[in-house]
């Protein structure tokens, strides 16, 4: 059984906090396939399109006919946990610091045998799921897990050091004026995070759901105008020190292309919030989480940036909108490279159409705040670093990963 | 266990023909050292040379077996040693290093490509560079298993380790009774780095590496190096050079790739050949030099190698006395397990003490009417099992 | 000073350089600190929003510039306590010299007249100041004189900082301002340079509803007058007696600016000895 995490207690001054160090970051490049798919919150392996072989560890030929032709898709998870070790020593700076690490071989059900990290709650012998996460360095590790899951588990150390659950973390949500951000930090309230700080821009100006939010449990209304630098960083110099996980809900979205002479004011405003919004909040609270990326139950965990799908594509009736959205997902490629040394994880929701009053004419599905409060909760507590939430999104990414040209025209029909 | 030797094809393999192998050298190991592989190797081939009687270039075939001469490989080491061998060879496979490369050089002194062989593993070993050596090791425990608690060889061991005691009920005990069996043995051979006793009690409650791997059942990484040589039985007899004669080899990669985790090696395939070339049964071995960097995969040569059934390791080291003076002496210089891994060297320790056991040249407690001795080799976790395995017959005048 | 002629102007510069150094005229600073947490107009999202003053810091002694420090800065023509020009409003968009750059230096320092209505606002947040209001006053303190800024106190720059000063409620912003009577008024039969308030806008919060709506800025741009906004430190003018000095950025074609407000007015004892 997993023995239940406690909150941590409060923080010896008097002690150094533990530097990050990283589990072995090196990959071949079919490595990285494996990471791509757990980036996803996927499971997949090599399958030989000529043979069916699935293969593992990740290579360039098949090993059982030769042929070059693999391709990383999902497989059948199922597998017999066949041995065990609890590593008690380890020459790697990553793993000394957390012996002791329990590892197993297991024979999947798909063929290969696997050696994985073990779940505290796996049997040996006995059945497990396997599944695919990201370790601190951002690549691709194999877990396996009980083959029936309960929340409990996901206290497992293990899982956590896999994962960024919110529970007993400090989470900022950057913008609490507006209903993704007020559904967020209630959702991460409900997930166990110790305290919300809820970032507000102008105080000045009534919003609605304001009395709802501050009634949520461990909310705390902090000013934060993401186009303000100076606010940005007064913010992290009073949280800076104890903000675990960042989720950037602000999105500033308005209707119109590029050519139009009305645009670039707004475009600009759209920017401020939307791409330099993000780096303001990086540059500020950046340094500061990777400094405290193994500090604990409660250590730095993740930036969560929750953008819309046009990142990928341009949908040229919120033109400018898609472009802030493509920089802002250049810059979180950049970012979760500069957080990666710190083990703070980059995690993108990238969403359909928001159900809300700048979207009216844009024709349905449309995602509710709550579907992407969800999404936020589930990446964290899974460790998925790229999801997408509602039909919209899905279908977009699909597109994307078919061909990025194509997709470009669909859109601009 | 019945060996699957794979069909041979029409080509049978023909025996060898007086090839002799002689002069067995062991540089002494230490723990660290700053010296080189090329200052390890080139002190080898010094005492090998000085103690054939023959000059460096003499030498016109040359073996090299190191993981630490990066950038460098056994081509660089000719300019670096001053020597010209016409025949060349450069064998990456860790503890099957000494058995291939006697294999090779046996099959290219019988063609006369060369004339006499020095064999060589020898590895530096400075106070980070097993480390270093670990991250490097190959793709696949790159991309699979030391992100994986990076518990290095001792993780991947501690698996199968434990699927075995699983699987064939060996426990602990038996494994301890290797280990310290090995340490009577390394208490007579000056070398051995570990010089004090071990008692079953100390192996028991030695600290825990990686259940069910203690700290007992781990090799010491150290820095050495081992050579011989390998000539014709005529050359052998003008330089009055005690020697063994090569009676048969097997060296099999990557067997049994189906199971699920590695139960046997790939001995299992080829012992059959391997007795039959030689003519000799398992009852036939007076010595047997293992391949032990963990005890688990000497209980599985035990095997593979046909001296009992498979799943039967437990009883048979339960059965016997694994010291040289015992029923059945093995790694009768301590293995590795006591004597030290010298990195490839580690691979050459088995041979070379046998050669010195058959040709009455022991350093250690010499085994009485040792004349035929069968040394396997075995290396190279490239992902979660051994890849590389082999096995070699020699037979001496004894003492 | 010679009795009997009217001074010449190095006299009156002399004097009045000597009244500063000496004490005798104050200088009241009636500008709010320009800072990225000043409150801007809020206007419909659709429409083009007012950017806030923005500060980025270039350098300071470090690596961006070892030996010195400096700012990039950003903001609205409207961001602050600023001016607006004419051309600011429809109303004026055809006037000449009605953009920043092209107002004549004279009108920028005049006299300045303050209306205290700072109780009435108090009470009713939507105070408006109507025709009946001013000749009220000017009947209590004289006729308003041609040429001056009338400067409308309200003591609403005290509520800055809080939701107060914008006072957002559903239906928009609520703060006192003008009438157009009262505007109509100053603008046509007392001929002011300019009108200052200390709320966002020279307009009430809710002058949108008014007709015509926003009738401060209706009126007096489409006069070719001046409008001051969100000044502080009214409270320390006379009534009469001050001298404004309000001079906005050199803009080419700039609707307003941000600018330094200040009044000259005789020392406090003086005023209250007088």
């Known amino acids: ?413 | 266990m019945a060996a699957a030797t794979t069909p041979s094809r029409g080509n049978p393999r023909r025996p060898y023909r007086d090839v002799a192998v002689a002069v067995p050298v062991s540089i002494p190991y230490v723990r660290y050292s700053t010296d080189t592989a090329h200052a390890w190797i080139a002190r080898a081939l010094k005492e090998l040379t000085q103690r054939a009687g023959i000059r460096p270039t003499d030498l016109d075939g040359l073996s090299v077996s190191s993981f630490t001469l990066a950038p460098d490989t056994a081509v660089g080491l000719t300019q670096h040693l001053g020597l010209s061998p016409r025949w060349l060879d450069n064998i990456p496979m860790g503890g099957a290093s000494a058995v291939v490369a006697l294999r090779r050089a046996a099959r290219a002194v019988e063609a006369g490509d060369a004339s006499i062989v020095a064999c060589v593993g020898g590895d530096a070993n400075e106070v980070d560079s097993f480390r270093k050596l670990l991250s490097s090791f190959s793709r696949f425990a790159q991309d699979a298993s030391y992100p994986y608690g990076y518990g290095g060889p001792n993780g991947s061991f501690a698996l199968l380790t434990d699927h075995y005691m699983r699987t064939y009920g060996a426990t602990r005990e038996d494994f301890g009774k290797i280990c310290v069996a090995q340490r009577d043995n390394a208490l007579t051979y000056p070398q051995a780095i570990m010089q004090r006793p071990l008692t079953l009690d100390a192996y028991m409650n030695a600290r825990p590496i990686a259940d069910p791997i203690h700290l007992f059942d781990c090799v010491m990484p150290c820095a050495g190096a081992e050579a011989f040589l390998v000539t014709t039985a005529d050359i052998a007899r003008d330089l009055a050079l005690k020697h063994a004669t090569l009676l048969s080899t097997i060296e099999r990669h990557n067997a049994f790739p189906d199971d699920p985790i590695q139960m046997r090696g790939g001995w299992a395939m080829d012992v059959g050949e391997l007795y039959a070339m030689a003519g000799v049964k398992p009852d036939d071995i007076d010595v047997l030099e293992t391949y032990d960097d963990y005890p688990v995969i000497v209980m599985m040569q035990f095997e593979d190698l046909g001296f009992c059934g498979k799943g039967e390791g437990p009883d048979f080291v339960r059965a016997h006395d694994l010291t040289n003076g015992g029923s059945f002496p093995q790694n009768t210089s301590g293995g590795q397990l006591s004597a030290g891994q010298a990195g490839a060297a580690g691979g050459y320790l088995g041979l070379v003490e046998a050669l010195r056991q058959v040709t009455g040249q022991s350093l250690s407690k010499q085994v009485e009417g040792a004349r035929m001795a069968l040394v396997s080799g075995f290396g190279m976790i490239n992902y979660d099992r051994g890849l590389c395995s082999g096995a070699a017959i020699l037979r001496g005048n004894g003492a | 000073m010679t009795t009997g002629v009217a001074p010449s102007g190095a006299e009156l510069l002399q004097a009045l350089a000597a009244g500063i150094v000496s004490g005798g005229v104050e200088i009241v600073d009636l500008t709010h600190t320009l800072s990225p947490d000043f409150p801007v107009m809020v206007l419909p999202p659709e429409f083009g929003q007012c950017q806030p003053f923005r500060i980025e810091e270039v350098s300071r002694y470090d690596r961006r510039g070892p030996g010195w420090y400096w700012n990039n800065i950003s903001m609205s023509e409207h961001a602050g306590t600023h001016f607006d020009a004419p051309a600011h409003w429809i109303s004026g968009r055809n006037l000449p010299q009605g953009t920043v750059d092209a107002i004549p230096l004279e009108k920028l320092a005049r006299p300045a007249v303050v209306l205290d209505f700072s109780r009435e606002s108090a009470e009713d947040a939507d105070f408006l100041l109507t025709r009946a209001h001013l000749e009220a006053w000017e009947d209590a303190n004289g006729a308003i004189e041609e040429g001056a800024w009338v400067l409308f106190r309200t003591d609403w720059s005290k509520h800055l900082g809080s939701a107060r000063y914008l006072n957002l409620r559903e239906d928009g912003p609520h703060s006192p301002g003008p009438a157009p009577d009262a505007m109509e008024f100053l603008v046509k039969e007392r001929a002011i340079t300019g009108f200052g308030t200390e709320t966002i806008g020279t307009d009430a919060g809710q002058g949108s509803h008014l007709s015509p709506p926003y009738p401060a800025h209706f009126i007096l741009h489409g006069n070719g007058r001046y409008g001051l906004q969100c000044l502080t430190g009214l409270d320390r003018l006379p009534t009469r007696g001050a001298v404004l000095f309000a001079a906005p950025l050199k803009i080419r074609n700039g609707s307003g600016s941000p600018l330094r407000v200040f009044a000259l007015v005789p020392r406090h004892e003086e005023r209250t000895s007088a």
């Open chain 1, 1 to 413: 059984m997993t023995h239940p995490l406690g909150p941590p207690p409060k923080k010896d001054p008097q002690r150094v906090t533990r530097p990050p160090e990283l589990p072995p970051v090196q990959r071949s490049r079919a490595a990285l396939g494996l990471t791509a798919a757990a980036a996803r919150g996927f499971f997949a392996l090599q399958v030989c399109d000529e043979c069916g072989t699935v293969a593992y560890p990740p290579r360039d030929a098949c090993g059982k006919c030769l042929s070059p032709h693999l391709r990383f898709q999902p497989v059948a998870d199922g597998g017999e946990v066949i041995a065990e070790t609890v590593i008690r020593t380890s020459t790697d700076l990553y793993f000394r610091e957390r012996t002791p690490w329990r590892v197993g071989m297991v024979k999947m059900d798909c063929g290969p045998s696997i050696v994985a990290h073990l779940h505290g709650d796996v049997a040996v012998p006995g059945r497990c799921r396997m599944v695919a996460k990201l370790d601190k360095g951002g690549n691709a590790v194999l877990v396996a897990r009980p083959e029936r899951w309960s929340e409990a588990m996901a206290d497992d150390p293990e899982w956590r050091e896999l994962t960024a659950h919110p529970k007993f973390r400090r989470v900022l949500v950057t913008s609490g004026r507006e209903p993704v951000g007020q559904a967020v930090a209630a959702a991460l309230s409900k997930a166990g995070a110790s305290i919300v700080f809820v970032g507000i821009a102008e105080p000045w100006k009534p919003f609605a759901g304001e009395a709802q939010l501050k009634a949520i449990p461990n909310v705390q209304i902090m000013p934060l105008d993401l186009t303000d630098t100076s606010s940005v960083t007064e913010l992290a110099g009073e949280i800076g020190g104890k903000t675990d996980i960042i989720v950037n809900t602000a999105d500033h979205v308005r209707p119109g292309g590029v050519v139009g002479a009305d645009s670039l004011v707004t475009a600009r405003e759209a920017f401020e919030v939307n791409v330099f919004g993000l780096q303001r909040l990086a540059q500020a609270f950046g340094a500061g989480m990777r400094a405290r990326g193994a500090d604990g139950v409660n250590s730095a965990a993740a930036i969560v940036d929750v953008l819309p799908v046009q990142a990928l594509a341009n949908a040229p009736d919120f033109g400018f909108y898609s472009a802030s959205a493509a920089a802002r997902h250049s810059l979180l490629q950049c970012l979760r490279a500069e957080m990666r040394p710190g083990g703070v994880r980059v995690m993108s929701v990238f969403t359909g159409p928001v159900e809300d009053e700048w979207r009216q004419n844009v024709p349905p599905p449309k995602v509710a705040p709550a579907q992407i409060a969800k999404a936020v909760v589930t990446a964290l507590a899974e460790g998925i670093e790229e999801s997408f939430v509602g039909d919209i999104a899905k279908d977009v990414a699909a597109r994307f990963a078919a061909d990025p040209k194509v997709l470009e025209r669909e859109l601009g029909q």
